[in-house]
């Protein structure tokens, strides 16, 4: 089946400038999950949502990051007057139950990797 | 601030020969550790989700051990191939006593390179 998806894989913009970009989740997934890969780290935790809930914003770096679920299924994560230190791999993954103690397996998309000049 | 630490950073290994490396992570509130291998442009691929002190678990040619109570994994590759070449990241998933779920804590990697 389907696995996730992200649009677009690479994106060039410049310091400044709004850019949205956008995950597809496996179909049924209630749990969805933005994570950036900065040059020479391992991904950090963005935002999580289940649903259409954002149920944890805790790693968003500031304000300029936003992100939205408003149907429960796919998801866009919009970063406003964006600056050269936001270049990196933004990954989405999905799961099929993400609440509380359970444990459930996150599946990863192929990233989009954002370039800010 | 969770600390998830593997090493080494990097590593060529002849294909053929065996290798492993190591992830290090908190050993309080400990939920579950994942390994993925991702490879350039492509999806991080699911290897092991490990829970249980002493887990061991072999996919093919790959097997990962865990210790909970020490706070380490080891990720273990047989008879090194060149397909093997990728990131192998580790992720650690802490228990969650509230409502709503943490995202997973990434280390760094260990970027593999396996020479023919």
């Known amino acids: 089946g389907a696995g996730v998806s992200q649009t677009p894989s690479n994106k060039v913009t410049e310091k400044g400038k709004y850019v949205e970009l956008r995950c597809d989740p496996i179909?049924?997934?209630?749990?969805l999950y933005w994570y950036r890969q900065s040059l020479g780290q391992g991904p950090e935790f963005l935002i999580y949502f289940q649903g259409t809930g954002a149920a944890d914003d805790s790693g968003l770096p500031n304000d300029r990051f936003f992100a939205v679920r408003p149907e429960g299924s796919v998801s866009t994560l919009k970063i406003q007057r964006t600056e050269r230190g936001d270049s990196a791999v933004y990954l989405c993954?999905?799961?099929?139950w993400g609440g509380g103690n359970s444990y459930n397996e996150q599946f990863f998309g192929p990233g989009t990797r954002l370039t800010v000049l | 601030i969770l600390n998830v630490e593997q090493s080494p950073q990097s590593l060529h290994v002849q294909e053929g020969d065996s290798t492993n490396f190591t992830c290090s992570f908190p050993s309080s509130n400990f939920y579950a550790l994942h390994w993925y291998r991702w490879e350039t442009a492509k999806s991080p691929e699911a290897l092991f989700v490990m829970t249980l002190n002493g887990d061991e678990k072999k996919k093919g040619r790959i097997s990962a051990t865990l210790n909970t109570k020490e706070g380490y994994s080891y990720l273990y590759i047989k008879g090194s191939q060149p397909e093997d070449s990728a990131t192998y990241l580790c992720a650690f998933r802490a228990m969650y006593s509230g409502g709503g779920a943490d995202g997973l804590t990434f280390g760094k990697g260990t970027h593999l390179i396996i020479q023919p």
């Open positions: 179909s049924g997934h209630t749990a």
């Open positions: 993954a999905s799961s099929l």
